[in-house]
């Protein structure tokens, strides 16, 4: 048989690691093909995910044992750096396909390349690489395993019109000082902060939080810049608008 071995995503397991927006998305379609979806996100209670019709799991090394399909929508950061790695992906089944659309970096990439061509898993679908655009000698990109796309899912007409009147209502509702636009305070609780000022880390960084005033539960990224000696910057880019004021740095994006 000379023909390329496809397999189905009918009633298989798949793991959605990261229920954010877009993890909350995914799982609606992964039940449209009655998949079996796990959850693991130690921030979202099981309650909630079982709402959305997944089962939470707590220890990700033990669920990805018996996972069909693995979806990574999580942040990069220093606990999430090299997240799935040759030790765990040793530890996965032999038609597991895993998938990237969250950060570069979560992945490490050289041992990604190896389970691939020893035949750990079966494939991997790649949005995001720790170096973008990759370099050229990145093995990734010869592998005939890998499906790779270029991390411009926004870059539609219609995506491209929708951030533009969002960037626009977000500058207009700052200026008028709407309640839908909140800055500073306690994140995982964003509909009861009060416009105050950016809170000072460790460093002499700051930080603020912009909630979303369509769904006050929606924690939109935090960025984190120096501290600016009082100087107060305005800008408007094309996926929200930024606000420098004593080195706090606001940002939305849709």
């Not at 990805?64 to 942040?75: C, E, Q």
Request: charged share 25%; aromatic share 8%; with cysteine.
């Amino acid at each position: 048989n000379k023909l390329p071995k496809t397999i189905e995503i009918w009633r298989k397991n798949i793991l959605i690691a990261g229920f954010g927006r877009i993890g909350q998305c995914l799982i609606k379609r992964c039940l449209g093909f009655e998949m079996n979806v796990f959850v693991y996100d130690p921030f979202v209670s099981a309650e909630k995910i079982e709402s959305f019709g997944g089962k939470k799991v707590d220890d990700l090394k033990e669920a990805v044992k018996t996972m069909d399909a693995i979806s990574l929508h999580i942040p990069l950061n220093d606990d999430t750096k090299n997240m799935i790695n040759l030790d765990l992906l040793k530890t996965m089944k032999k038609n597991c396909i895993i998938i990237n659309a969250a950060r570069g970096g979560i992945i490490n990439e050289t041992d990604l390349d190896k389970a691939l061509n020893d035949n750990l898993i079966f494939g991997a679908g790649l949005d995001v690489f720790e170096i973008e655009p990759p370099e050229l000698n990145n093995p990734l990109l010869k592998n005939d395993k890998v499906f790779l796309s270029p991390h411009t899912a926004a870059f539609t007409e219609e995506c491209m019109i929708r951030m533009g009147k969002e960037t626009i209502q977000n500058i207009i509702d700052f200026f008028d000082e709407k309640n839908g636009i909140v800055i500073g305070g306690d994140y995982s609780k964003p509909e009861k902060n009060l416009k105050n000022k950016a809170i000072t880390f460790d460093g002499g960084q700051t930080w603020a939080l912009v909630a979303d005033g369509q769904n006050p539960n929606y924690k939109s990224c935090v960025q984190y810049v120096p501290k600016t000696e009082g100087k107060e910057i305005f800008a408007v880019g094309k996926t929200g608008i930024s606000y420098s004021n004593n080195g706090c740095l606001l940002y939305t994006s849709p």
